[in-house]
């Protein structure tokens, strides 16, 4: 089964910035990336695109996102949550 790259189907993620293309193939290459970017350029999306599809695919089972506040952590869970398949 191929895994699609871009797991978002809807809203402001629909699909990939032009630069989050590129970082998407190095990162499902399992190459080695630094991924800066300015605040709101979408390096969360690009980040966890991988693990999304690879969850909903059965090909991921955890995801370990670091981040320096547990507001910030919350507050990304809320937005990616349901944008997972479930059991």
């Known amino acids: 089964t191929q895994v699609p790259m871009w797991p978002f189907a809807s809203g402001r993620l629909s699909r990939p910035l032009t630069w989050q293309q590129p970082f998407l193939h190095t990162v499902l ?13 979408g390096k969360t999306a690009a980040a966890i695109a991988p693990y999304v599809a690879g969850r909903n695919h059965g090909f991921a089972d955890r995801c370990l996102y670091a ?21």
């Open 29 to 41: 290459s399992r190459d080695r990336v630094v991924l800066s970017a300015p605040t709101g350029a």
């Open 67 to 87: 981040l320096p506040m547990r507001a910030v952590a919350r507050s990304l869970f809320d937005e990616y949550e349901p944008l997972l398949a479930h059991d």
